[in-house]
């Protein structure tokens, strides 16, 4: 989401104050950070950042500013140390607070905060055009906000409730992206599959939403794949997946956080199901999207987590074997409700934890890959493999793949790769025709 973010206010820097954009940091005369207030490691990362450019200061002129996905309680620490602090709400502002350097002054800012998080201004946001970062990967935001409030997570108190954009605009970006040649596009929310639910009556559901992207593609004379990202159990409907294997655009690849395999535990994270209400979506997904891959993320050593509850989810990690896990160390996030309970599980204990699933995890992924030798797989090229001589792929599932060539040409483009080794994480091919598909 940051990601997507960041190219919207790269459009509004460059055509309306006159600064150009630069890769290399150190001739950058204006330098910002849109920041994740979910985990602590990365607003960690935003301290050291932040101490290295005012040290620049001494040196040269610059102006620093920062936004982004950030809890109260950081955003009045950066105060002290950002020239500009600002709500994403609020980007259309940002040149002129640029002009005036800064003049967001710390008491009105309190008083936002007071009222924080703002979705007020988000229609306006999502008109920006962005700049993308990629010519052939694309993120497109759809909503905004959540109004789970799963008890580990600062997202509500950083990006506010639920809002939808119009799927007017929606389905419009799409035609125009994959107009201009991109092949990947990613629907982004923070809970993609509520979307239009605090527009009923007024806006289309999420099932409807993807089956006008399906009907789009059906039309389009191209090849593109669409995902989403991130969706919750408690939307996670039999439609979704009835329309996904409806429609070749729509990419046999889904991400469901689980969090954790108990129920116990994923009652105090306030999660809203079960592991069996989330077991029947995994064997619709199975029934429904055999070829699928299934993505999912997960916690371990959350507050009270014994060593039963974690045994249970190296359970449904043997259970559901899926192709890629995000296994995060639970971190106490200051105004989400577990931040007044006790962090007990000592940090010691969560890396054992997080060692052991990641085994585990490790141990399906090579069955996964494995079975994939020998068969012909259409990937989309991404960029140079670390392996010199080497391309990087994706599969539709998103696998990593490799293959032998220089050819730069193919980023960006659709080949068939015929699989002919695999690692625990990734997959080798080789190319069996030179002609690209779709462009």
């Given at each position: 989401m940051n990601m997507s973010d960041s190219e919207r206010v790269r459009t509004i820097i460059e055509t309306r104050t006159g600064y150009q954009w630069t890769d290399n940091e150190d001739e950058a005369n204006l330098v910002g950070i849109l920041a994740c207030s979910v985990r602590q490691k990365a607003i960690d990362k935003v301290?050291?950042?932040?101490?290295?450019?005012?040290?620049?200061?001494?040196?040269?002129?610059?102006?620093?500013?920062?936004?982004g996905c950030i809890l109260p309680s950081d955003m009045e620490k950066f105060l002290k140390l950002f020239d500009i602090v600002f709500r994403m709400s609020e980007l259309e502002k940002l040149p002129e607070m640029i002009r005036q350097y800064g003049v967001v002054t710390p008491a009105s800012l309190f008083n936002d905060l007071n009222n924080m998080p703002g979705n007020e201004s988000i229609d306006n946001f999502w008109k920006v055009t962005p700049q993308y970062n990629s010519d052939f990967e694309a993120f497109v935001p759809i909503q905004n906000g959540?109004?789970?409030?799963?008890?580990?997570?600062?997202?509500?108190?950083?990006?506010?409730?639920?809002v939808s954009r119009p799927s007017d605009e929606i389905i419009g970006e799409i035609k125009n992206l994959v107009d201009d040649g991109y092949k990947s596009i990613t629907?982004?929310?923070?809970?993609?599959?509520?979307y239009g639910l605090d527009k009923k009556g007024k806006e289309i559901s999420f099932p409807k939403l993807l089956r006008s992207i399906g009907e789009l593609g059906n039309k389009m004379d191209t090849d593109f794949w669409v995902y989403f990202t991130?969706?919750?159990p408690r939307d996670m409907t039999d439609e979704v997946i009835e329309v996904i294997a409806q429609y070749n655009c729509l990419a046999k690849q889904i991400h469901l956080p689980i969090q954790s395999g108990d129920d116990k535990v994923l009652m105090r994270m306030n999660r809203k199901h079960t592991v069996e209400q989330y077991r029947h979506i995994i064997d619709t997904i199975w029934r429904l999207l055999p070829q699928a891959t299934i993505f999912t993320d997960i916690i371990v050593g959350f507050t009270g987590e014994?060593?039963?509850?974690?045994?249970?989810?190296?359970?449904?990690?043997?259970?559901?074997?899926?192709?890629?896990?995000?296994?995060?160390?639970?971190?106490v996030r200051p105004?989400?409700?577990?931040?007044?309970w006790a962090d007990d599980v000592p940090r010691e204990v969560k890396s054992v934890r997080y060692h052991k699933l990641?085994?585990?995890?490790?141990k399906h992924t090579a069955v996964h890959n494995k079975a994939l030798v020998g068969k012909t797989l259409q990937v989309l090229v991404t960029g140079n493999a670390r392996k010199q001589g080497y391309l990087s792929a994706l599969t539709q599932g998103k696998i990593v793949c490799r293959f032998e060539s220089v050819n730069n040409n193919l980023i960006g483009k659709f080949v068939y790769l015929k699989?002919?080794?695999s690692t625990d994480f990734s997959v080798e091919g080789e190319m069996i025709n030179v002609e690209v598909i779709s462009g």
């Open positions: 301290y050291s950042r932040i101490q290295k450019w005012n040290k620049w200061k001494d040196s040269k002129s610059l102006i620093t500013f920062i936004s959540c109004d789970k409030f799963c008890t580990f997570c600062a997202v509500p108190y950083t990006r506010g409730r639920e629907l982004l929310g923070q809970n993609v599959n509520s991130s969706p919750h014994t060593d039963d509850q974690f045994e249970n989810t190296r359970k449904i990690m043997d259970e559901f074997k899926y192709n890629m896990a995000y296994i995060a160390q639970y971190s105004g989400a409700t577990s931040s007044r990641s085994n585990d995890l490790r699989i002919i080794s």
